[in-house]
């Protein structure tokens, strides 16, 4: 059983930053041992990726849309998933979740994620 808590996300002018963190708990394994990702979902559309690392935090990827603003990371001893985003856009609005892959690669697929948190709220005013 995984649990992932979202937070972080809140109103913000256009050209400002947020950070958004994800609490990782587990019972059987470890962080350490998920590729995670950040996806989003804006009111009407599907749920898109937006940016992936692998388990040890060496590989990362990005949608074209964030590359250049935004950045995954991650502390494994600390249990946490963090997406620094940076000259935020009002199409940046939407509800950001993470999610973990039993993958220990990057993945970009959103089928081959199996578990999600709740998401959190990034609205970027123009």
């Known amino acids: 059983q995984v649990s992932l808590v979202e937070s972080g996300g809140r109103l913000v002018q256009a050209g400002g930053s947020l950070r958004l963190s994800c609490a990782f708990s587990g019972r059987t394994f470890s962080f350490r041992d998920y590729g995670m990702g950040w996806f989003r979902q804006a009111p009407g559309e599907e749920r898109t990726f937006v940016a992936a690392i692998n388990s040890s935090g060496g590989s990362t990827k990005y949608a074209d849309a964030v590359k250049g603003r935004f950045t995954i990371s991650r502390d494994n001893p600390r249990d946490t998933l963090y997406l620094q985003m940076n000259d935020l856009k009002p199409e940046d609005t939407a509800v950001y979740y993470c999610?973990?892959?039993?993958?220990?690669?990057?993945?970009?697929?959103?089928?081959?994620?199996?578990?999600w948190g709740q998401g959190t709220q990034v609205t970027v005013s123009s």
């Open positions: 999610a973990a892959s039993e993958y220990t690669i990057v993945i970009f697929n959103i089928d081959q994620y199996n578990y």
